[in-house]
């Protein structure tokens, strides 16, 4: 039943008169709808394509990690846009590394701690292959391909601990637990994750060797093996609560970068065919007589073309040349569209991506820099450091004093708790124009508005290091003599306390006596 005003109004609308023709109105796809419905909630024609999804990311990561995971592989092996993508994100976000900083009140503590994780770093790798700050940049390429890598502690007699990294691959997404093992009351597995009754990860039930290595034959490559959840770091993004496993950052980005591998591979062989220039010579004639010239030894007449060179042919024949097809026009917009969109996708500029710096400035690097530093150093905080960097401190800390690999000084406490402070500082960003970034900083300094250790700790040095090695310099230039450069407090202090020469012979300064004296 409608309301009778309701119903002349909106008939007059619409010009109908009836009751039949009214309830058409209403049913029109387009015609009256109910109010509160919000248009990206509505179904017609327009949304018929449009998919939703209610499942949780653990459900699509069961369904599908292993197919993203496996075109990202592909992507950035084979292709170059995805490749770079790549480089520049773990550029940015680990560098050379994220440094620690013990926050220990004793200053000889901290020199004690800082000087052998020095030491430890350049022995840290489970294979020998890299340090510390390698395993960093090794991490963060994993993660940002596959979505997620794992980290093995291994204790070690000689120097602590050991770390080995593993690949996202060697955890199979599964509900089965390692063969042979009973899981106890209330656990369960989970994409490869055992749980307890209360929800925490106690357990990683791994492949026991990498399951797409075929350069070792192995009879139990395929079966599972249990390792406990201290032993193991796990290091992924957590993109919603309850997550399990890692998604792959360029999965938003997978089609834009395949269709645009494959634009080019079609261009590039259209182009390749428009090149070849072939000329073709026939011969006019009816019936049922051979138009084709015939060479010396039976088979078609060819011709090499040459320049300044003239060839004879018969009066019946005429020469044509093929006309191939042109490149694709509006390609450079097409492409620089194509690579804009899968770097937002991953969140890196597309100048650096696609090695296109002809409209670039000072200005638009450093607006497209500032949102990749806000988003590299979320990053670093929340999943490097608090997933992988801590706990490995910690380690180090507890199998170190073990084996008495750190020296303290005497006195001081073996509680591990002590010494858990620290301070990770992050990979040096290089200034887009550093002569004014220098000023700024000056100036806030100055001013009292930022510490001087700020400042020093965002070129990625600890400022007491510098600090140290500051005093050093000077100390070596006061003993050697050396007048190295100079401070503005003192080209201040020269310039009010020598004269010039017109001054001491009693004659005002000049303009061009002071320019003088200033090149001086």
Excluded at 280 to 294: H, K, L, S, Y
Excluded at 400 to 429: D, F, K, T
Excluded at 434 to 454: C, M, Q, S, T, Y
């Amino acid at each position: 039943f409608v309301d009778m005003t309701f119903f002349l109004e909106t008939g007059a609308a619409y010009g109908v008169t009836s009751g039949l023709e009214f309830s058409r109105v209403l049913c029109r796809p387009h015609g009256l709808r109910a109010e509160g419905t919000p248009r990206g909630a509505r179904s017609g024609r327009r949304s018929a394509l449009f998919e939703q999804n209610r499942q949780h990311l653990n459900a699509v990561i069961a369904g599908a990690g292993a197919t993203l995971r496996g075109r990202v592989r592909f992507l950035i092996r084979e292709g170059s846009y995805a490749g770079a993508m790549k480089r520049i994100w773990t550029d940015y976000a680990v560098g050379t590394g994220w440094t620690p900083v013990s926050l220990h009140p004793n200053a000889e503590v901290r020199a004690a701690l800082n000087l052998g994780w020095k030491a430890w770093t350049d022995l840290c790798d489970y294979d020998g292959l890299t340090d510390y700050y390698g395993l960093q940049a090794l991490i963060g390429d994993e993660e940002f391909e596959a979505g997620e890598c794992f980290v093995r502690l291994h204790p070690d007699p000689d120097v602590g601990l050991r770390l080995q990294v593993i690949e996202s691959e060697q955890l199979p997404y599964s509900n089965l637990p390692a063969e042979g093992e009973a899981l106890a009351q209330g656990h369960e597995v989970r994409l490869g994750v055992e749980f307890n009754a209360r929800g925490r990860r106690v357990a990683y039930h791994f492949y026991r060797q990498h399951p797409g290595d075929g350069t070792k034959e192995f009879s139990d490559a395929r079966l599972l093996m249990r390792v406990p959840a201290e032993e193991i770091l796990h290091i992924f993004r957590v993109r919603r609560p309850g997550q399990i496993r890692g998604y792959p950052q360029l999965a938003g980005a997978i089609v834009p970068n395949f269709k645009l591998e494959e634009y080019e591979d079609a261009l590039l062989e259209r182009a390749a065919q428009s090149a070849k220039y072939m000329g073709f010579i026939t011969r006019a004639g009816g019936g049922n007589e051979d138009p084709t010239p015939v060479g010396s030894d039976g088979g078609a007449r060819e011709y090499q073309l040459e320049t300044g060179v003239l060839y004879e042919v018969d009066p019946e024949e005429k020469i044509e040349f093929n006309t191939p097809p042109e490149p694709g026009a509006g390609f450079d917009d097409m492409e620089r569209r194509f690579i804009a969109k899968a770097c937002a996708a991953v969140g890196v500029p597309y100048a650096e991506v696609s090695g296109d710096l002809k409209n670039a400035n000072f200005s638009s690097a450093r607006i497209g820099r500032q949102p990749l530093r806000r988003s590299v150093e979320r990053w670093g905080h929340a999943t490097l450091n608090f997933q992988f960097n801590r706990p490995v401190w910690a380690a180090w800390l507890r199998l170190g004093m073990l084996a008495g690999q750190i020296s303290l000084p005497r006195g001081a406490s073996r509680q591990i708790e002590a010494y858990l402070p620290v301070n990770w500082l992050p990979p040096h960003w290089e200034y887009v124009n550093p002569l004014d970034d220098v000023k700024a900083d000056e100036i806030a300094v100055a001013n009292g508005f930022k510490p001087r250790g700020h400042v020093i700790a965002a070129t990625g040095y600890s400022p007491e290091e510098v600090d140290a090695q500051i005093a050093d310099d000077q100390g070596r230039q006061d003993r050697l003599k050396l007048r190295i450069g100079s401070t503005k407090s003192q080209n201040a202090a020269a310039s009010t306390t020598k004269p010039s020469d017109r001054e001491r012979d009693g004659a005002p300064a000049d303009a061009e006596d002071e320019e003088e004296d200033a090149a001086k």
